[in-house]
Structures are given as structure tokens and as C-alpha cells.
T-cell receptor, first 121, second 114 residues
Framework: GAVVSQHPSRVICKSGTSVKIECRSL??????MFWYRQFPKKSLMLMAT?????????EQGVEKDKFLINHASLTLSTLTVTSAHPEDSSFYIC?????????????????FGPGTRLTVL | QKEVEQNSGPLSVPEGAIASLNCTYS??????FFWYRQYSGKSPELIMF????GDKEDGRFTAQLNKASQYVSLLIRVSQPSDSATYLC??????????????FGKGTKLSVIP
């Protein structure tokens, strides 16, 4: 299957700093990428939908000024957690949809990255 | 609020037995349903998807969908210790303008006892 990478896989930072997470589709072009957050023993919560060349669509309750998303190319989306605080500590996972396979039943083309574990001290 | 409900478990089954995982959803208009497996500390991996009422089989896995009851299940036959993981049910919804998003349940933790 298609490969999605995330970098870094793990990051520890001090409160108040900003952290950038990269999500790349390695062997396909992704017009749409999704950013999820997962707290321990909780489900994946969609944070935002990122479309190449346009502004991200954020889910209700997600601060767009705190979680900056940039989808500058068909293979790269970035999530920047600005002024991170301990409550932002979580597992951040991206997924990418293969543009060649569209349609309502094709979520099998939504490939997940390995995740980034963020710990804010 | 569009919700996906799962029993959090843990569900314990002996090796070789059938594991039955259940999921209900609130949005009657939902069309596509997915089961993901997630090992601890890892991201989800797709096991199966189903969008027609009835059963769909793939190897040891069978997904069952009943849209009238808004119920979807996953059966794992001949359970193996390597099947021990959290299983996430996800429902695809149309978020408008041709965009589709997955809504996940909280997951059911399965433990297969050797």
C-alpha cells in the first residue's frame, strides 16, 4: 500500500515553544490530508482537513491560530503547534488521501502516517 | 452530534475462538463503515470496509452491516495472540462540497489469551 511518513516520530518540548510536524505522502499525490489527535485511551479526533493550495478546514473546538496547518504541495502538509502547553501533549496522526482514487466509499485510500508523540513539559 | 459507539472492553477471548466486536452509529445517512486495528503506540491500519447490508468476508475477518439497526460488527475467527489490539470502528460522512471525513469510535480493546 501507499506510504505516509511523519516527522518527527517523537518530540519533547518546553511549554511556550512551537513544534512543527511534517506529513508526507511518499509515493502518491494527496490533494487532501487529515490531522487527528489521540489522547491516551481515547479515540482519534479529527482536528482539521487540509487541502492542497487552500486553507485548512478546522473542526469545531480546534483553535486555528494555535494549530497552524500548511499544505503547500501535493505530498506535504505541516502542522505547527504554537505556544505549546502540557495539555497539548498527545499523539498526532496524519492521513493522506490518494487523489487518483476518489469517491464516497474510498476511505480505503486514506493512508495513515505512523504518528508523532508530543510531550510538552 | 454524529456519534460512533463501541464497548471499550477489554474483550478477552481464548486463542482459536471467535472474537465479536460491535459498533453502533447515530447518523442514519451514513453510507460507509470501516474497521481499523491499532496496536499500542501505533497508528491505525485498515482491516475492512463495508457499505452494503449483510456480510463481507476477508480471510479470518467478517464485517457485518445492518443499516436498519445502525449496527456494524467485526468477527475475527481463529483468534490469535497477534490479534490483540484496539479495534476502531469508523463511519464515513459527507462533510459537504464532495469532501468526506471519518468519525471514529473510542475503540474496543481485544485481548486474545494463549
Amino acid at each position: 500500500g501507499a506510504v505516509v511518513s511523519q516527522h518527527p516520530s517523537r518530540v519533547i518540548c518546553k511549554s511556550g515553544t512551537s513544534v512543527k510536524i511534517e506529513c508526507r505522502s511518499l509515493d502518491f499525490q494527496a490533494t487532501t490530508m487529515f490531522w487527528y489527535r489521540q489522547f491516551p485511551k481515547k479515540s482519534l479526533m479529527l482536528m482539521a482537513t487540509s487541502n492542497e493550495g487552500s486553507k485548512a478546514t478546522y473542526e469545531q473546538g480546534v483553535e486555528k491560530d494555535k494549530f497552524l496547518i500548511n499544505h503547500a504541495s501535493l505530498t506535504l502538509s505541516t502542522l505547527t503547534v504554537t505556544s505549546a502547553h502540557p495539555e497539548d501533549s498527545s499523539f498526532y496522526i496524519c492521513s493522506a488521501r490518494d487523489r487518483r482514487l476518489a469517491g464516497p466509499h474510498r476511505a480505503d485510500t486514506q493512508y495513515f502516517g505512523p504518528g508523532t508523540r508530543l510531550t510538552v513539559l | 452530534q454524529k456519534e460512533v459507539e463501541q464497548n471499550s472492553g477489554p474483550l478477552s477471548v481464548p486463542e482459536g475462538a471467535i472474537a465479536s466486536l460491535n459498533c453502533t452509529y447515530s447518523d442514519r445517512g451514513s453510507q460507509s463503515f470501516f474497521w481499523y486495528r491499532q496496536y499500542s503506540g501505533k497508528s491505525p491500519e485498515l482491516i475492512m470496509f463495508i457499505y452494503s447490508n449483510g456480510d463481507k468476508e476477508d480471510g479470518r475477518f467478517t464485517a457485518q452491516l445492518n443499516k436498519a439497526s445502525q449496527y456494524v460488527s467485526l468477527l475475527i475467527r481463529v483468534s490469535q495472540p497477534s490479534d490483540s489490539a484496539t479495534y476502531l470502528c469508523a463511519v464515513l460522512r459527507d462533510s459537504g462540497a464532495g469532501s468526506y471525513q471519518l468519525t471514529f469510535g473510542k475503540g474496543t480493546k481485544l485481548s486474545v489469551i494463549p
